[in-house]
């Protein structure tokens, strides 16, 4: 059972335009919520996260959003740059339930900036 | 943001050797680190989680007397694939974390190791 879903395996946005991936959950547990972004062959590299006591949270062209009750969170870049291609992770944990905080992943979104 | 590397980067080996890979947290110390192992086009598999001197949490699946695990400082993590095959091929990442102080904490991680066996 997939507790994080990332149903679009792949976007293609044009340079300077917004892109918007998103990420579903099922496990009312997590609580904390990470974006990484991952080059070919590289390890992810960290973007942004999200407690559940918030709903926005933003660091420069990077926003991360999220609604609890519909257990979906999204990530909006913008403007969206050639560099930003990569393919893009959401992760959860969850303080507690047993699982130590522990982050479950999503499968990504292959995302291409076209110039 | 915090510092994991990972050494070496990439191995080539032929079938039967063991092969060490090393994971150091460089500006933090880790209380807790995690191996993971990503197929091509495929997610990251979290194999085991490590908290600094005790033994590591394999996950269902994953033998732990093939991928030994040894986090013997609160900056160093190594996993050892002993008696590599082929099917062994594959992309080992590491990760790392601080102690959890509160509501969430990030994990970061290293850069890799590509391991291919002959």
């Known amino acids: 059972d997939q507790q994080v879903k990332q149903n679009s395996p792949s976007l293609s946005v044009q340079e300077g335009r917004i892109s918007i991936l998103n990420c579903d959950y099922t496990?009312?547990?997590?609580?904390?919520f990470l974006w990484y972004k991952k080059y070919p062959a590289e390890g992810p590299t960290f973007l942004i996260s999200?407690?559940?006591?918030?709903d926005k949270n933003e660091d420069g062209r990077f926003t991360v959003f999220l609604n609890k009750s519909a257990k979906h969170l999204s990530l909006h870049i913008v403007p969206s740059q050639p560099g930003d291609s990569a393919v893009y992770f959401c992760?959860?944990?969850?303080?507690?339930?047993?699982?130590?905080?522990?982050?479950?992943f999503g499968k990504g979104t292959k995302l291409s900036v076209k110039p | 943001g915090a510092v994991v590397s990972q050494h070496p980067s990439w191995v080539i080996c032929k079938s039967g050797t063991s092969v060490k890979i090393e994971c150091r947290s460089l500006d933090f110390q880790a209380t807790t680190m995690f191996w993971y192992r990503q197929f091509p086009k495929q997610s990251l598999m979290l194999m085991a989680t490590?908290?600094?001197?005790?033994?590591?949490?394999?996950e269902q699946g994953v033998e732990k007397d093939k991928f030994l695990i040894n986090h013997a400082s609160l900056t160093l993590s190594t996993l050892t694939v002993t008696s590599a095959h082929p099917e062994d091929s594959s992309f080992y990442i590491c990760?790392?974390?601080?102690?959890?102080?509160?509501?969430?904490?990030?994990?970061?991680f290293g850069p890799g190791t590509r391991l291919l066996v002959l």
């Open positions: 999200i407690s559940s006591i918030k």
């Open positions: 490590s908290n600094e001197g005790s033994k590591a949490t394999y």
């Open positions: 992760a959860a944990s969850a303080m507690y339930g047993g699982s130590q905080g522990n982050l479950i």
């Open positions: 990760s790392a974390r601080g102690p959890m102080l509160g509501l969430g904490e990030t994990q970061y």
């Open positions: 496990n009312s547990m997590f609580d904390y």
